[in-house]
């Protein structure tokens, strides 16, 4: 059975950092896609990061460019998102999902509707 549990989110102040974790147990070897969302209340569920492990490719919305990092650890089947610079427009909960591919398209898109697999979320909050 797989399952996503996220990790490391929290309150900071605007400018602060946060790394967020996210474990696949029950991991697939063809998760090649594996992918961060946020979710605010009242808005549409939305693609942060993602990561093509076929070729280690990293995507990111233009909004967290230059700030946010996702990669993962492959031994231990953990992939994390290193949030710098953070805004309080950033604040949300966050969510893991991965997908078994085997084309990088699928990632660069990051369509949560493409996704069967998803952690349970964590929560961050930015204050101005």
């Known amino acids: 059975q797989v399952q996503l549990v996220e990790s490391g989110g929290g309150s900071v102040q605007a400018g602060g950092s946060l790394r967020l974790s996210c474990i696949i147990s029950?991991?697939?070897?063809?998760?090649?896609?594996m992918t961060w969302f946020r979710q605010d209340a009242g808005k549409e569920r939305e693609g942060v990061a993602s990561i093509y492990t076929g070729d280690g490719t990293p995507y990111y919305a233009h909004s967290v460019k230059g700030r946010f990092t996702i990669d993962v650890d492959n031994p231990s089947h953990t992939l994390y998102l290193q949030m710098d610079a953070l805004k309080p427009e950033d604040s949300a909960t966050y969510y893991c999902?991965?997908?078994?591919?085997?084309?990088?398209?699928?990632?660069?898109?990051?369509?949560?509707?493409?996704?069967?697999?998803w952690g349970q979320g964590t929560q961050v909050s930015v204050s101005a």
């Open positions: 999902a991965a997908q078994p591919t085997y084309s990088g398209s699928l990632c660069s898109a990051m369509a949560a509707l493409d996704f069967r697999y």
């Open positions: 029950g991991y697939i070897d063809s998760f090649r896609c």
